[in-house]
C-alpha cells in the first residue's frame, strides 16, 4: 500500500532489486505467506471466532445464495443441530487422540519441530474452528426455542456448512502430520526455513545498506548556493532527549518508511525561515531516536506544528526484542554440534548441506 | 541490533560452529564425523575463491592449520588418538596443496587482459593460504616432528611440478631482453604482480628454515632433528636476488608478514613482561648461518643501488655482531656450520665481512656521488635565504633603529664596509640544498641571519664607543639615565630613544616600577624596532640590546640627528640589503681550490689519505655561501647623544 515513489522504502527497494532480484518474491508469494502465518499462528482465534461470527450473523440476516438453496423443517433441524453436535465432539475428540499419538512419534523432538508442526497443519486453525463451531452449535441449540424459526433454520444451515469443512480440515490435518514422521522430510522443511530466515535477513542487510547510501542524497536536491546542509550528530542543538543508552528497548522503535515528498515539502518550508539545517542520518530497518526532530535547525527551533508534521513523515513499528529471530540458525548450530558429540555423520552431512546453501546465498548478494 | 545484520553476514559464526564440531569429533575420535565436516569446509573454501569472498577464506582456510595442532597433544598423550592426529595432519597438507596448486592460480583471462586490481586481489588470497600452510610446518617444526613435517613438506614441493603459476620467462626477458618487449610498463606492472606467488613460496620456506635455526639455538629442538628439517628445507634463488629478499624481509615487521613476529619457542607466563623474539633478529642469523654452510653465494655489488645499499649497510653491522656470537659459540654450531675447524669458521667470516664491507663503502660513495652530482634546488635555496633574511631583519637593533627614524641613505658599493661572510666554504652542507632522497634538514643554517645582526649591532656600538669625545654619566640606571637626559637638554636636544643592556629588562626593580616608566604590552608591538622595545620612560621608548658591547652602559641621545647610516643596495638582494647566495662547488671551481693545498683535502686524520678523484667529490659535496650586509655608520654630531654607565659603586668607572 505504500508502493509507490513518495515512500523510500520503495525506492531503496527498487535499488536493491537491480542487483539483487532474486531475493524478493512475488507479490503473490508474499501475501500468501503473510495469509498462511497468520493463519498458522496459535493467535488465530480472533480471526477464528470473528469469522464464524460474521458467517453466521449474515447468514441470518442477509440472503446468501447457499443458504437460500436449502429447505428444512423446523423438526428436521432440531434433530440435526443435536445429531451435528455430537458428531463434530466425536470426530474432534478421535482426532486428537490420533493427533497425539503422531506427535508422540515425531521424529525429531524439539521445540522448534513443534512450533513448525502446528504452524505448517494449521493445527490451532482447526482446533480453534472446531470449538468455535461446536460452540455456536451449543447456542443456537440453547437458544432454540427463543428465536424465530426462520432465524433457526437458517443458523442450522449456515452451522452445517461450516461442519463440511471440518472433516476436510482434519484430513489435511492427518495428511501433514504424516510428514513429520519422516526425519528427512522434517530436516528439508526445516532447511527451507533457515534459507527463508536468511533471505529475510540479507534482504534486511542490504536494505540498510542501501538506504545508509541514499537517504542524504534526498537532500542533494537542495544544493542551493546559500542552503547548507552539513550532516550533523544529535548532540547539537536544541533537541531534549534522554541519553541513548539509558533509553529502554520498548521505548526504541525501528524505522519503516519515510515519506519523502511530505519530507520535501517540509524541508521547503523550513528552509524560508533559516539557512544551516541538519538532518538526521536515518537508516531503514533500524532503531530511530527522537521521532521528532529529523530535520532541524540551530537557530530556529521547530515548533510544535511542525513537529507534529515531522511526526507524519515517519512510519516506525515497536523495536521488539525478537527472540524468534534467529531461532533457526541457534537450532542448526545446536544440532550441528550435537550430531557432532554423537558421532551421526550421515545427518551432519544433510544438515551441513543447508548450510552450505546458506553461504551460497550469502555469497551470491553480498555485494 | 542483531549480530547478523551488524556484521552484514548471515553466515556469521558458521565457522565458530565447526570449529567446536571439529574439537568435539576429535575429542570423540570420530573420523567419519571428521570428514563430513572437512569436505564441507573444502566446499566453502572453493565457492568463496570462485566468487571472490575473501571474508569468508580467511575464515576457513585458517581450520586446516589447526587440524595439526589440535590433535597433537591428544595423540601424545594417548595412543589411541594416533591414527587419527595422522589423518587429519595429511589431509590439511593436502588440501592446502590443491587449492594453491589448482585453484588459486592466476585466470588467463586476467593476465592477458592486464586486470591488475583482480591479480592483487587474487594475491590476497594465495597470501593467507600460503601463511597457513606457513602456520603448519612452524607448528611441526617447534614440536620437532620430523615425520609429519616430511609428509607436509613433500606435499609443499609439489607446488613447483605443473608450473601454472610460473612467470619466470617473463621475469627474464625483463631483465636481460627488456627492449625486446612491447608495453613494458605494463608488462614489468604485471611481473611484479604475478611474480609474488613464487615470491610467498620462497619466503615462507626461508621463515621456516630460519626459524629452525632459531630453535637450535635456543635448545628447543637438537641437532639431528635440526639437521633433517633443514635438509628438507630448500630454495633455489639467484644469489643478488636472495640478499634482496633478505633485506625486504628484515624490514617486514610492520606488516606482519606470515605473522613472524608472533612466533615464539616457550610458553610465555602472563607474569613475565616479555616479547617473542623478534623477526629481525632470527632472520639475520639465519641467513649468516645459510652463507657460511652453504658458502655459494656470490653478491655484487655493481647491482644494488641507493636505498638497498644502505639496508646492506645495516645488514652488514648485525652479522659483524652475530659473527662474534658464533665464534665464541663455536663447539655448539660447528657441524651445523660444516666447518673443518675455529680458524676455519674464521676465515669463512672475514671473507663475509669484506664482501660487505665492499656494499658499505659502495654506499657512502654512490651518496657523495650523488650529492656531488645533483643540482642544487631554487626552493630550498629561496626557502634559506627568507629565513636568514628575517632573522636579520628582527635581530638588528640597529639598522631597524635607522630604518624608523629613515637617516640613512644609499651609496656605492665601495664606500661602505663588508660584514659577513663572501664566498664562505661550508663542508658537507650540499645535502641541505638538493632534493630527493640525500636531502637533510639545515637547522644550523638558520642562525646566520641573527649572526650577522649582531655584528652588525657591534659594529654600530664600537663606533660609538671609540669615538674619542665620549661623556659619561654614572650612578644607577635610573640616575644615569636622568642624568643623560638632562645632559641633553642642556646642550638642547630632546632624547629621543634609550638604549640599555638587556639585562635591565627584568634587573633593576627600581627602575622598571618606577611611575615614569611605562611597560610596553605585546599588543602595542607592531614595528621591528618594537622587538626591542621594553617601554617607555617620560615618554621616551625604552630599547634593549643583547650586545656583549654595551655590558653596563647606555645610550640617551637624539637619533634622527646624532648618526648616520649608508648602505649599498642591490635589486637581487633580500629587502634589497642583505646578499645571500648560495652556489655549488663544480668540478673546476673544485679543482682550484684543491689546487691550494691538494694534501690538506685528501688528509683523512689517520686513515687512508683518499686518492685525488675522491678528494674532489669530497669537495663538491660542499657549497660556498655570500652573507653579507654592507653599511657604515657615521656620527653626525657628537653633542647628540651621551652614553651613561651603570655602576652601582660611583667611583668605579
Not at chain 2, 112 to 132: C, M, P, T
Request: proline share 2%.
Amino acid at each position: 500500500m505504500r508502493d509507490y515513489n513518495a515512500w523510500f522504502r520503495y525506492r531503496v527497494v527498487k535499488a536493491v532489486k537491480e542487483d539483487n532480484s532474486k531475493l524478493f518474491d512475488s507479490k503473490i508469494a508474499v501475501w500468501s505467506s503473510k495469509l498462511s502465518y497468520r493463519l498458522g499462528h496459535k493467535n488465530c482465534w480472533v480471526i477464528v471466532v470473528g469469522g464464524v461470527f460474521l458467517f453466521f450473523t449474515a447468514a441470518v440476516i442477509i440472503d446468501i445464495p447457499c443458504i437460500d438453496i436449502l429447505n428444512l423443517e423446523f423438526a428436521n433441524a432440531k434433530i440435526i443441530i443435536d445429531q451435528r453436535t455430537t458428531n463434530i465432539a466425536a470426530i474432534i475428540s478421535m482426532s486428537l487422540v490420533v493427533v497425539g499419538f503422531l506427535i508422540n512419534n515425531l521424529a525429531v523432538k524439539s521445540p522448534i519441530t513443534y512450533g513448525l508442526l502446528f504452524r505448517k497443519t494449521y493445527l490451532y486453525f482447526t482446533i480453534y474452528l472446531t470449538c468455535t463451531i461446536i460452540a455456536f452449535f451449543m447456542v443456537v441449540s440453547l437458544l432454540r426455542d427463543s428465536i424465530t424459526e426462520f432465524i433457526f433454520i437458517r443458523a442450522v444451515i449456515a452451522a452445517s456448512y461450516l461442519a463440511l469443512s471440518i472433516p476436510i480440515l482434519i484430513g489435511f490435518l492427518f495428511r501433514k502430520l504424516i510428514l513429520f514422521t519422516n526425519e528427512k522430510r522434517i530436516s528439508n522443511m526445516l532447511k527451507d526455513e533457515l534459507i527463508d530466515e536468511g533471505r529475510k535477513k540479507l534482504r534486511s542487510i542490504l536494505i540498510q545498506r542501501h538506504s545508509r547510501e541514499m537517504y542524504p542524497k534526498l537532500f542533494d536536491d537542495f544544493a542551493e548556493p546559500e542552503f547548507n546542509i552539513p550532516i550533523m550528530n544529535f548532540l547539537q542543538g536544541n533537541i531534549k532527549f534522554e541519553p541513548v543508552d539509558q533509553m529502554p528497548t520498548e521505548k526504541k522503535k525501528k524505522l519503516e518508511d519515510v515519506n519523502v515528498w511530505l519530507l520535501k515539502v517540509l524541508l521547503n518550508l523550513k528552509k524560508l525561515s533559516t539557512e544551516e539545517l541538519f538532518f538526521a542520518r536515518l537508516v531503514l530497518e533500524d532503531n530511530i531516536e527522537a521521532e521528532n526532530d529529523i530535520i532541524w535547525s540551530n537557530t530556529s527551533p521547530n515548533s510544535k506544528i511542525f513537529k507534529w508534521f515531522l511526526r507524519r513523515c515517519i512510519r516506525t513499528s515497536k523495536a521488539s526484542k525478537n527472540i524468534d529471530e534467529d531461532a533457526y540458525r541457534i537450532e542448526f548450530d545446536n544440532k550441528i554440534l550435537q550430531l557432532a558429540e554423537e558421532g551421526r555423520y550421515q545427518n551432519l552431512e544433510t544438515t551441513l548441506d543447508a548450510y552450505y546453501e546458506l553461504y551460497d546465498l550469502q555469497i551470491a548478494n553480498q555485494k | 541490533m542483531n549480530k547478523y545484520i551488524e556484521n552484514q553476514d548471515i553466515t556469521y559464526g558458521i565457522d565458530n560452529t565447526i570449529r567446536q564440531a571439529l574439537e568435539k569429533a576429535f575429542e570423540k575420535n570420530n573420523k567419519e564425523t571428521f570428514k563430513v565436516l572437512d569436505r564441507f569446509i573444502k566446499k566453502v573454501v572453493l565457492l568463496s575463491v570462485k566468487n571472490d569472498s575473501l571474508n569468508h577464506f580467511s575464515k576457513y582456510i585458517t581450520v586446516y592449520s589447526s587440524y595439526y595442532f589440535t590433535t597433537y597433544a591428544r595423540a601424545k598423550e594417548n595412543a589411541q588418538y594416533k591414527n587419527i592426529h595422522r589423518e587429519v595432519s595429511e589431509a590439511a597438507s593436502i588440501h592446502l596443496k590443491e587449492i594453491l596448486k589448482y585453484f588459486l592460480i592466476y585466470s588467463e583471462d586476467d593476465v592477458s587482459n592486464l586486470n591488475f586490481q583482480k591479480l592483487e586481489k587474487h594475491n590476497q588470497f594465495i597470501y593467507l593460504a600460503f601463511n597457513s600452510f606457513s602456520t603448519l610446518l612452524y607448528s611441526m617444526v617447534n614440536n620437532g616432528d620430523n615425520n609429519f613435517f616430511d609428509y607436509a613438506i613433500n606435499q609443499y614441493n609439489q607446488l613447483d611440478i605443473l608450473s601454472r603459476n610460473n612467470f619466470d620467462d617473463l621475469g627474464n626477458q625483463l631483465k636481460y631482453y627488456p627492449e625486446k618487449i612491447e608495453n613494458l610498463e605494463n608488462q614489468k606492472k604485471l611481473y611484479s604482480i604475478v611474480s609474488q606467488y613464487q615470491s610467498y613460496k620462497k619466503h615462507l620456506i626461508i621463515g621456516i628454515k630460519y626459524w629452525t635455526y632459531l630453535l637450535y639455538n635456543v635448545k628447543r629442538n637438537n641437532l639431528e632433528t635440526t639437521l633433517r628439517f633443514v635438509d628438507k628445507l630448500n630454495f633455489y634463488s639467484d644469489s643478488n636476488d636472495f640478499l634482496r629478499d633478505i633485506i625486504f624481509l628484515r624490514n617486514q615487521g610492520y606488516k606482519d608478514y606470515f605473522n613472524w613476529d608472533w612466533w615464539d619457542f616457550m610458553e610465555r607466563y602472563d607474569m613475565d613482561f616479555h616479547q617473542p623474539p623478534s623477526s629481525r633478529d632470527w632472520l639475520t642469523l639465519g641467513f649468516l648461518i645459510d652463507l657460511i654452510r652453504e658458502g655459494r653465494f656470490y653478491f655484487n655489488p655493481d647491482e644494488f643501488k641507493g636505498k638497498e645499499l644502505e639496508q646492506i649497510s645495516f645488514l652488514a653491522e648485525s652479522i659483524k655482531d652475530l659473527g662474534k656470537m658464533l665464534t665464541s659459540n663455536y663447539s655448539k654450531w660447528k657441524q651445523f656450520l660444516k666447518v673443518t675447524s675455529q680458524s676455519d669458521l674464521d676465515s669463512k667470516l672475514n671473507r663475509i665481512t669484506a664482501i660487505f664491507e665492499q656494499f658499505t663503502v659502495k654506499n657512502i660513495t654512490e651518496k657523495k656521488i650523488a650529492i656531488a652530482d645533483a643540482p642544487l634546488s631554487g626552493s630550498k635555496i629561496i626557502e634559506f635565504q627568507n629565513q636568514t633574511g628575517k632573522r636579520w631583519e628582527h635581530n638588528s637593533l640597529a639598522r631597524n633603529l635607522f630604518v624608523k627614524f629613515e637617516n640613512r641613505k644609499i651609496t656605492s658599493i665601495d664606500k661602505v664596509k663588508v660584514i659577513g661572510y663572501r664566498k664562505q666554504q661550508l663542508g658537507q652542507a650540499k645535502a641541505m640544498f638538493i632534493e630527493g632522497d640525500n636531502s637533510i634538514d639545515s637547522y644550523y643554517l638558520n642562525d646566520y641571519g641573527r649572526t650577522i645582526s649582531n655584528e652588525i649591532d657591534d659594529y654600530f656600538f664600537n663606533i660609538l664607543f671609540s669615538y674619542s669625545y665620549q661623556s659619561f654619566k654614572k650612578g644607577t640606571i635610573l640616575q644615569c639615565i636622568d642624568l643623560s637626559i638632562s645632559a641633553l637638554d642642556q646642550e638642547g636636544y630632546n632624547a629621543d630613544i634609550i638604549v640599555i643592556p638587556s639585562e635591565y629588562s627584568y634587573k633593576d626593580g627600581e627602575f622598571l616600577n618606577h611611575p615614569n616608566f611605562i611597560m610596553a604590552r605585546n599588543e602595542e608591538k607592531d614595528s621591528l624596532t618594537d622587538n626591542f622595545l621594553i617601554g617607555k620612560y617620560n615618554d621616551i621608548p625604552v630599547y634593549i640590546s643583547n650586545s656583549d658591547l654595551l655590558r653596563n652602559r647606555l645610550i640617551v641621545c637624539d637619533f634622527s640627528t646624532a648618526f648616520n647610516m649608508k648602505y649599498a643596495e642591490d635589486p637581487g638582494w633580500y629587502k634589497n640589503e642583505l646578499q645571500i647566495e648560495v652556489s655549488l662547488i663544480d668540478v673546476d671551481r673544485a679543482r682550484e681550490i684543491y689546487a691550494r693545498n691538494p694534501s690538506d683535502w685528501r688528509n683523512r686524520n689517520g686513515l687512508e689519505e683518499l686518492s685525488e678523484t675522491d678528494a674532489l667529490i669530497n669537495l663538491r659535496t660542499g657549497i660556498e655561501i655570500t652573507i653579507a650586509s654592507y653599511c657604515k655608520f657615521e656620527i653626525t654630531n657628537s653633542e647628540s647623544f651621551v652614553l651613561g654607565y651603570i655602576s652601582e659603586n660611583e667611583d668605579q668607572v
